[in-house]
């Protein structure tokens, strides 16, 4: 993104409110997603399987592939200032009862119910921050947007991610290290929830005039046909979105093969097993890569996609992919693989960025919170999905040639299949295709 373009979008004070919300909110969410890995694949008791580690993928994702499509209509019909507000509000409450659930060493299945709940409410804040976004942004500067806000919070999370790991590092082994992570998370959530204040209520739409009447019993009785309304607009009317959203689907599908591949290295091959300190130094070490890529690929994108436009960057993203997967991950050795990270994470932060301004820019806004919900839950099951077939093709060493394999057909699938898409388009949108003016 040029820096004219950078300057401009912060120069606008809501769009400063909000990637401020924004940034507070995926910050914790990188703590808390650090105090559910620390608990789950490297508490002292544990020996994870990959079965172990796909069962609470499953556990804390698979539900709300099934209550997610409930946020839709909720963000089309209830002021979405108000949803980032109170969804900050209850994260804070529900880190610090799932905390003292952890200090009462209550069993595993009660401490994945609490950290669902959490799980459930990051996705609907999510889908919230990507829909408000028109809202306080001008249509040509949308692309830039996309490509600032979501990658910075992206890299927020992995910064959030990486100081929880140093938290979890410094502090001695055990459930207080755990709990420590899930009260310094809620605080987080409680800032995030400051940050909303300051935005007026109106703020990030919807647009008055399309709200529907905010009772609860008449968005339930609605909420099946009004999704189905949504799908159809997005399959019928928008075309290329939803070929997009076809596309950074299945490239979630392989990152949560990849993600699954590298936490296995990370806690059973780089380092011994019985060494978690090192095992969590390696995960850091790839988070921070990880987040790097996704930062490059905000400065990358625009440019590229000036050249070669939305579509052609969005199958350059897939096309790298399929070649750099094996080519660094077939070594299962940490520099190929940290690499593979950084790479990995340009190109999937470039996918998400071009079907964000597809979304963004070909569905109309009483149709964008259906929409983005349903992208919530196509990422969650795919995620899940992923992490089920590793549990099956991986072993508990994280060295498998069929896991890497799969990805890298998958890209070069993508690659190829979406291109395809936009080579029979009439008139594939530009990057910065504008948005008409509502009257």
């Not at 994702?61 to 946020?71: H, K, Q």
């Not at 959203?245 to 806690?267: D, E, I, K, Q």
């Not at 995620?383 to 590793?390: E, F």
């Not at 060493?397 to 890209?411: C, D, E, I, N, P």
Request: charged letters at 10%.
């Amino acid at each position: 993104m040029s820096i004219t373009r950078g300057a401009a979008l912060f120069r606008l004070p809501d769009f400063r409110r909000l990637l401020r919300t924004r940034l507070l909110s995926q910050l914790s969410d990188g703590v808390f997603q650090v105090a559910l890995a620390s608990y789950v694949v490297f508490s002292p008791e544990r020996q994870p399987s990959p079965g172990a580690i796909a069962s609470a993928f499953a556990v804390m994702l698979l539900p709300f592939c099934l209550v997610g499509p409930f946020a839709g209509p909720l963000l089309d019909r209830w002021r979405r200032r108000q949803i980032l507000l109170y969804g900050n509000l209850a994260r804070l409450l529900l880190c610090l009862g799932t905390a003292a659930l952890v200090l009462l060493q209550v069993p595993t299945p009660v401490f994945f119910g609490a950290a669902l709940l959490v799980t459930g409410a990051n996705r609907f804040v999510l889908a919230g921050l990507s829909a408000a976004l028109p809202a306080v942004v001008p249509p040509p500067l949308l692309i830039g947007a996309n490509a600032l806000a979501p990658t910075l919070g992206t890299v927020a999370t992995s910064i959030g991610g990486g100081s929880g790991l140093v938290v979890r590092l410094v502090l001695p082994s055990g459930a207080g290290a755990n709990a420590a992570l899930l009260v310094l998370a809620a605080a987080g959530y409680g800032c995030a929830a400051l940050a909303t204040a300051t935005m007026a209520p109106d703020l990030l739409g919807p647009q008055r005039g399309q709200q529907a009447p905010e009772r609860l019993r008449a968005v339930l009785a609605e909420t099946a046909r009004g999704l189905a309304a949504g799908l159809r607009h997005l399959v019928r009317d928008c075309r290329p979105a939803a070929n997009a959203l076809a596309a950074v689907t299945v490239c979630r599908f392989c990152y949560g093969l990849l993600l699954v591949l590298t936490l296995m290295l990370c806690r059973n091959t780089f380092a011994a097993p019985e060494d978690q300190a090192a095992g969590i130094r390696w995960l850091g070490l790839a988070l921070a890569a990880s987040a790097a890529g996704f930062f490059t690929a905000a400065v990358v994108t625009p440019w590229a996609g000036r050249r070669l436009g939305v579509n052609g960057w969005l199958v350059c993203c897939a096309a790298l992919a399929a070649v750099l997967t094996p080519a660094l991950g077939l070594f299962f050795a940490p520099v190929p693989v940290i690499t593979a990270a950084y790479l990995l994470g340009l190109v999937t932060q470039g996918v998400k960025i071009s079907t964000d301004t597809l979304v963004q820019t070909g569905v109309e806004d009483a149709y964008l919170g259906r929409v983005f919900a349903v992208y919530d839950v196509l990422y969650n099951a795919a995620l899940v999905a992923a992490a089920a077939l590793a549990a099956l093709l991986m072993s508990p060493s994280g060295r498998s040639a069929t896991v890497v394999l799969v990805a890298a057909l998958l890209y070069a699938a993508t690659a190829l299949g979406y291109g395809l898409t936009v080579r029979h388009r009439v008139s594939p949108p530009p990057l910065a295709a504008p948005v008409p003016p509502r009257a």
